[in-house]
């Protein structure tokens, strides 16, 4: 243990405002990026209260609304594994998405 406190794995409240501090991170090559990868790169953007990584995708689990959409934003373009990040909002769940495409 290096002394750093363990992020929840818990990213799936149904509170509202949960919702919306929640991001989704997709098409992940989780052969090569772990949790730590994930908590290390968004991080930078706020308080992390959850980070769950699956099978070609993850969630950050943010404090508030504002860390999340700061994380959409700066990590915007940004190559993971080879593979660049883009964003959009979806609405019509009120969470911020980041789609990992293949290059």
């Known amino acids: 243990m290096t002394g750093k406190t363990q992020t929840s794995n818990v990213t799936n409240k149904n509170d509202p405002k ?16 772990k949790k730590v990868d994930i908590e290390a790169i968004f991080s930078k953007y706020g308080k992390i209260v959850g980070c769950s990584v699956h099978k070609g995708y993850a969630f950050v689990q943010y404090m508030s609304e504002r860390h999340a959409r700061a994380a959409v934003a700066g990590e915007n373009a940004r190559v993971i594994a080879g593979q660049p990040l883009g964003n959009s909002t979806n609405s019509n769940r009120a969470r911020q998405i980041i789609n990992i495409h293949h290059v």
């Open 18 to 33: 949960s919702i919306n501090s929640r991001v989704f991170i997709g098409n992940l090559n989780t052969a090569i990026v």
